[in-house]
């Protein structure tokens, strides 16, 4: 049975100094990176209303979301021509100037516009180690200078805001609107070609996702067939109704392959509207705070579902609560849990001072705790 390991590739053009790793994790993640000239790393039922990105209220469904709830544009054949018309004017150029412990260099990647008054969204791996970021609007000949609001690693999201009035906004789909079978479209400036964004279009291939990268894990996941190349990070994936329903971050091929497996990932409108709410309230482009509890986690090898705790740390969350190695994490919150990935997302997605509540399983017997997150130690 072939493995699959997390990789990142350098977002773009590669006539500088080129690293790459690689990581025999869960699965090799080509996080789609920026196009890159030198050395960045390309980490490429229950309804809910939340506050979208661009300041909008919505209702969101569960994943085997009625028919009612969706634009019935997305039960119709796609129209390609038609969403990049709606989303277009949305999609910008990031251009960043790298400085990191590898070398100096130049990347570029993609950027959605989620406000008129200048916010941008996009992976947080496009402006790792930047020294200077650039935004290209559409129609424009001339990039104007962007500041980086605020980051979040774990879940490779970042902010970023420019100096201009009167934007096209994106529009996002609800929460978990996304289903198997969606016909989509992403977006965004592979391989840093000249000229405008490239398109390509495929199918939802499945849902909610988990895998590790380099920075943690990402959960939540849409994954496509539509084609996403190094460049194409931070940019949008799209319904048929034009609407943001993830940004495309990474790409997978089994180990020890160098051929793509047409499988990308998107992370989900829904992790970003709950992500950029946080990253607004940054200071001076600091990424946020995330959660800790203080184990070490591996994989269930006997096809259940959770993770089995390898390693407790003294003094940590983990160890008030009582957890011991051996014990199995069953779920977070309610929320069932998908292997190391699936607890390292949970945990990771809050923040310190928040409590959760674990439910876990020791000698075959259930036990449920309640605990308060601390902050994560700094390396």
């Not at 018309?85 to 993609?110: Q, R």
């Not at 009167?166 to 289903?179: E, N, Q, R, T, Y």
């Not at 740390?313 to 957890?323: E, F, M, N, T, Y």
Request: overall charge negative.
């Amino acid at each position: 049975m072939s493995s699959v390991v997390v990789e990142t590739v350098p977002p773009g053009r590669r006539s500088r100094r080129d690293r790459r790793t690689a990581g025999a994790l869960l699965a090799v993640l080509l996080l789609a990176g920026a196009t890159v000239t030198g050395a960045k790393l390309a980490s490429s039922g229950t309804t809910t209303t939340t506050t979208g990105v661009n300041g909008s209220t919505s209702t969101s469904s569960s994943a085997s979301a009625p028919a009612g709830s969706r634009p019935a544009a997305l039960d119709q054949s796609l129209d390609v021509a038609k969403v990049v018309s709606i989303i277009g004017p949305s999609v910008v150029k990031v251009s960043v100037d790298i400085s990191g412990a590898s070398g100096n260099g130049e990347g570029v990647g993609t950027g959605i516009i989620i406000s008129a008054d200048g916010e941008i969204v996009t992976n947080a791996h496009v402006v790792l180690d930047e020294t200077a970021v650039r935004v290209l609007l559409p129609g424009s000949t001339e990039p104007i200078s962007a500041e980086v609001v605020g980051t979040d690693p774990g879940n490779d999201l970042a902010l970023l805001r420019v100096k201009a009035t009167g934007l096209p906004v994106a529009k996002f789909a609800a929460d978990d609107s996304a289903i198997v079978g969606d016909q989509v479209v992403a977006m965004g400036f592979a391989l840093d070609l000249p000229g405008e964004a490239s398109v390509t279009a495929g199918i939802i291939s499945a849902t909610s996702r988990t895998m590790l990268t380099e920075n943690g894990a990402l959960n939540g996941l849409l994954q496509t067939d539509a084609a996403i190349s190094s460049g194409n990070s931070g940019g949008p994936l799209l319904n048929a109704a034009g609407q943001v329903i993830g940004i495309n971050t990474a790409v997978a091929r089994a180990s020890g392959s160098n051929t793509a497996s047409n499988i990308g990932f998107a992370i989900s409108s829904k992790e970003i509207q709950k992500v950029v709410g946080q990253l607004r309230t940054a200071k001076g482009g600091t990424a946020r705070s995330e959660g800790y509890l203080g184990v070490g986690v591996e994989d269930r090898r006997d096809g259940g579902r959770g993770a089995i705790v390898s390693q407790v740390q003294p003094g940590s969350p983990a160890a008030k609560l009582g957890l011991q190695e051996g014990d199995i994490v069953r779920k977070v919150d309610g929320d069932v849990i998908d292997g190391q990935a699936g607890l390292i997302a949970a945990i990771r997605d809050l923040s310190p001072g928040d409590t959760v509540q674990i439910e876990y399983v020791r000698d075959a017997k259930t036990v449920t705790g309640s605990v308060v997150l601390a902050e994560r130690p700094k390396n």
